[in-house]
C-alpha cells in the first residue's frame, strides 16, 4: 500500500476509520463532467481521489456526471478515460454515470414528495430567481408550495411523461425560503428540457440538477467520502439534508469534504475558458501542447510521474490559492533530466567551414546518451558544420566565451576550433564563418585538455537532418503577482508559438512520437504526435532554466 499522506482530508478519514464507521473501507470516487478535457485541476483531483483510496486500503470510481445533456459528449467520456489510465490509476470495473441512476433517482424524487418535502413549482426562472430573495434579505414563497402530496405526485408524473413544455414546471425540495444559506431555499432539484442525451436518448424530458444528482449517486455506490473543491462548501447542508431526508445511516452514509482548487499561473484552468480557446481558434485543439489539459501536457512531453509529483507536493488545502506555473515544470525538468537521451540539434543554424579540415575526410565521433546512465552513439564530423547563431558574436563583450572572431571555443564531443573570417552576404548579415581546427584536439589527442572556456553544440552539415521545431511560450500573460483580467482573452501571449526548421544529428531519425530527448543547452523536446521520420516534428517541453528552484531555495 502506498505511503499515506498528512493532509486534513487524511486526519478526517483517520477519525472515521477509528470510531468504526465504513466497515468495508474508504471509498472515493472522480466524478468528471463530459463536457470538456481533462485539465491539470482535475489532476490534483484524480491525484487526491485515487490516490487516497489506494493509501488507505479502499477503491475509487469513475463517475460520469452527465446530467446536463446538452454540453456532453462521448468524445469526452474516451479522452478522460485515456487521461485517468495515463496518469497511471485503475478504476477497474467501476465506471459509472450517474444517468445510470435516472431511474432511481426519479424514484427517490417521488419519495420526497411522499415525505411532503418536494413540490411542484409553476414559477418561471426569472420569478424563481425573484422570489428566491437577497443574502441580506429571506427568500419569499412561491404560491405553489403547499400543493398536496396526491398534486405534486401526479404533476410530477406528468412532468416526466412530457405533458408540459420545456421550463414551465420544476420540481422544488421544500425546505426553508428563510435560510440564510441560499442553496437552503427550496433549491429546484428537477427541470423539464427536450435534450437528447448521449447515453439515455430521448428516454427523459425532465433532469436532475447536479445538488440532487450528486449526493444520490455517491450513496447508490456506496461512496464514503465524497471529495470536492471549495465552491460547494454552501451546498454541503442540502447534501446531508437531501441524504438525512431520504433515510440513509448517518454512520455509513457519504460525506462531502471540500478542497481547494488548483490555480495555476500563466494560464486557465476552466472548462468553459478552455472551450473558448478551442472554438475561437486560439490554439490547435485540446490538445495544443501550450493548453493545460492532460492531452495537451502529454502532447508537449509531460510525464504522468511528473504530473503526479507536482500535485503531491502542492499538497491539499482549505484555501484557494495561486501555484507558479514554473513548479510544475520543475519537476518535469527533473523527470525528464533522469529520463532524456542528450542529442545536439542547432535551432537557428549558422554555417561554419572548417578550412584546414580534409575535403575527402569524415569521422564518426564516439558521444554520451547521457551523463549518468552511459550509452553511446556515434556522431559524423566534417568539413562543413552549423552551430547556433547566437553562440557567435561579431563585437562580443569580455565575458562572451562562446566563438567571436580570433576565439576559440570547443566543438562538444569534437575539436578545439578558432574563428578565422566572417563572411557577410549581399545585405550585410553574416553568412558563414570560416574557421580552422585544431586537429589535435579532439578526445585523446596531444592537445584535448587544452584550457578553453566555452563549449557549444553543433551538427555536421551532410548528415543533419531538418526538423520542424515548436517553441511554445506561455498561453497568457499575467502580472507580478501572477493574475490576469477577467476577460482572459485580453491577456493571451501573442508569441506563445514559434515555430523553426532545426538541423538535428542524424541518430534521432527513427524516434518515435511520445520520446524525450534534451538538445544540448538549449531545453528538453518531445517528438510530436504527427512526427514521421521523413518529416520530424519536436515540441519544446521546457527550457533548463530552473526558475522555481531559484524561488524555493532564497
Ligand atoms: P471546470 O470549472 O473546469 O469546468 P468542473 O469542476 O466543472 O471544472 P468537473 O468535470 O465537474 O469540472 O470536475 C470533476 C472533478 O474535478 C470535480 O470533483 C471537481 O471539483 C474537480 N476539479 C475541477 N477543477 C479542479 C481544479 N482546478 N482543482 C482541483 N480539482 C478540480
Ligand atoms: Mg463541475
Known amino acids: ?43 490534483k483531483s ?7 483510496a489506494e493509501e488507505n486500503g479502499g477503491i475509487c470510481n469513475l463517475r460520469f456526471d452527465d446530467t446536463n445533456p446538452t454540453k456532453e459528449d462521448t468524445e469526452y467520456v474516451d479522452s478522460i478515460q485515456e487521461d485517468i489510465k495515463w496518469l497511471g490509476f485503475s478504476w477497474d470495473d467501476r465506471m459509472f454515470y450517474a444517468s445510470d441512476y435516472f431511474e432511481k433517482l426519479y ?18 426562472a426569472d ?30 408524473k406528468r412532468m416526466r411523461n412530457g405533458e408540459f413544455g420545456d421550463g414551465e414546471k420544476v420540481l422544488r425540495a421544500k425546505i426553508n425560503m428563510a435560510s440564510p444559506n441560499m442553496v437552503m431555499r427550496d433549491t429546484v432539484i428537477y427541470r423539464i428540457a427536450r435534450a437528447h442525451h448521449h447515453r439515455t436518448g430521448d428516454t427523459w424530458c425532465i433532469y436532475p440538477m447536479y445538488d440532487f444528482a450528486h449526493p444520490l449517486s455517491d ?4 461512496i464514503t467520502h465524497s471529495i470536492c473543491t471549495l465552491e460547494f462548501e454552501e451546498h454541503r447542508p442540502f447534501y446531508d439534508w437531501l441524504l438525512n ?16 482548487r488548483l490555480n495555476l499561473t500563466n494560464t486557465v484552468t476552466s472548462k468553459r475558458k478552455l472551450r473558448q480557446l478551442v472554438e475561437e481558434g486560439f490554439v490547435a485543439g485540446w490538445d495544443d501542447p501550450r493548453m493545460p489539459t492532460i492531452s495537451g501536457l502529454r502532447r508537449r512531453g509531460f510525464t504522468p510521474a511528473a504530473i503526479r509529483k507536482f500535485c503531491d507536493e502542492i499538497g491539499v488545502a482549505k484555501s484557494n490559492s495561486l501555484v507558479d506555473i514554473a513548479m510544475l515544470e520543475h519537476f518535469l525538468r527533473d523527470d525528464l533530466n ?13 554555417k561554419v567551414t572548417l578550412t584546414n579540415y580534409p575535403e575527402d575526410k569524415k569521422e564518426y565521433l564516439p558521444a554520451d546518451n547521457h551523463p549518468t546512465r ?69 578526445s585523446g589527442g596531444k592537445t584535448a585538455n587544452r584550457k578553453i572556456k566555452g563549449t557549444i553544440h553543433w551538427v555536421e552539415k551532410n548528415s543533419a537532418i531538418p526538423a520542424e521545431v515548436r517553441l511554445y511560450d506561455y498561453l497568457l500573460t499575467t502580472d507580478e503577482n501572477g493574475n490576469t483580467p477577467e476577460n482572459f482573452v485580453e491577456s493571451l501571449n501573442k508569441n506563445s508559438l514559434e515555430v523553426v526548421t532545426a538541423l538535428i544529428e542524424p541518430s534521432v531519425k527513427y524516434t518515435a512520437p511520445g520520446t524525450h530527448y534534451q538538445f544540448l543547452r538549449m531545453g528538453y523536446f518531445t517528438v510530436d504526435l504527427d512526427s514521421e521520420p521523413d518529416k520530424l516534428i519536436f515540441n519544446r517541453s521546457v527550457g533548463l532554466k530552473d526558475s522555481w528552484a531559484k524561488v524555493k531555495d532564497k
Do not use: W
Not at 450513496?219 to 456506496?222: K, P, S, T
Not at 533522469?338 to 549558422?350: F, N, Q, S, T
Open 1 to 43: 500500500m502506498a505511503e499515506k499522506k498528512t493532509h486534513f482530508i487524511q486526519a478526517i478519514i483517520d477519525e472515521d476509520l477509528a470510531a468504526g464507521k465504513y466497515g468495508e473501507g474508504v471509498h472515493t470516487r472522480f466524478p468528471p463532467e463530459p463536457n470538456g478535457y481533462l485539465h491539470v485541476g482535475h489532476a
Open 245 to 260: 431526508s431520504l433515510d440513509f445511516d448517518p454512520n455509513t452514509r457519504p460525506k462531502q469534504i471540500e478542497f481547494a
Open 107 to 124: 424514484e427517490y424524487a417521488v419519495k420526497l414528495i411522499e415525505k411532503g418535502l418536494a413540490y411542484v413549482d409553476d414559477l418561471s
Open 374 to 442: 552511459g550509452g553511446k552513439r556515434f556522431l559524423p564530423f566534417g568539413r562543413e558544420i552549423y552551430i547556433e547563431r547566437e553562440d557567435f558574436m561579431e563585437d562580443a563583450p569580455k565575458k562572451f566565451f562562446r566563438l567571436k572572431p580570433g576565439g576559440e571555443v570547443r566543438l562538444k564531443h569534437a575539436y578545439i576550433i578558432r574563428c578565422d573570417e566572417v563572411v557577410k552576404d549581399e545585405a550585410g548579415n553574416i553568412a558563414e564563418l570560416r574557421c580552422s581546427v585544431d586537429m589535435d584536439s579532439k
Open 46 to 52: 484524480i491525484c487526491l481521489n485515487f490516490g487516497v
Open 219 to 222: 450513496a447508490i455506490e456506496g
Open 338 to 350: 533522469e529520463r532524456a537521451d542528450r542529442v545536439m540539434a542547432v535551432l537557428h543554424p549558422l
Open 127 to 156: 420569478e424563481i430567481r425573484e422570489y428566491r430573495g437577497t443574502l441580506t434579505e429571506a427568500g419569499k414563497e412561491s404560491p405553489y408550495r403547499n400543493r398536496s402530496v396526491e398534486e405534486n405526485l401526479d404533476l410530477f
